[in-house]
């Protein structure tokens, strides 16, 4: 993830959605929920407890409007927030949207196989889904 973001910050990576006060959102490479996005702290942090507190804040709040776009932009019915720390060692969150059409919409992500986590889509469907989510994260 550090290594992403100078590529981020000079808004060549091509699964950027948004630059935030606190954060990057950028699409996760998993096209099997459309939209999964991964909202990354812009500086290297290990722990959420290392923040100060209105920089905590900030970036849930940044999390909170990345889900409200994945609802208006129609690509979830439900959204899951997932701040993981045990694979990648810098704050990020995972905002995962959710349909109720899904296999198994009440389990998480992580229990359905791994071959269905990383389907990546092409090209074309990487960039609408950018589209769509920036527009709505845009919109007042």
Known sequence: MCARLPGLAA???????????????ILADSMTWPGWCVLLLKDHAE??????????????????????????AGLASRVNYECLGNVVNH???????????????????????????ERSGT???????????RAALQAP
């Not at 808004?11 to 959102?25: G, K, Q, R």
């Not at 899904?102 to 998480?108: D, F, I, L, V, Y």
């Not at 090209?123 to 989510?133: I, T, Y």
């Open 11 to 25: 808004a060549t990576d091509p699964d950027l959605i948004a630059d935030l006060e606190h954060s990057y959102v």
């Open 47 to 72: 722990h959420l407890d290392m923040l100060d507190h209105a920089r905590r804040a900030g970036v849930a709040d940044e999390a909170a409007r990345v889900g409200a776009a994945l609802r208006a």
């Open 91 to 117: 704050i990020h969150w995972h905002i995962i949207p959710r349909r109720t059409d899904e296999p198994e919409p009440g389990a998480t992500v992580w229990t359905r196989p791994a071959q269905e986590r």
């Open 123 to 133: 090209a074309a469907q990487r960039a609408d889904v950018v589209r769509r989510v």
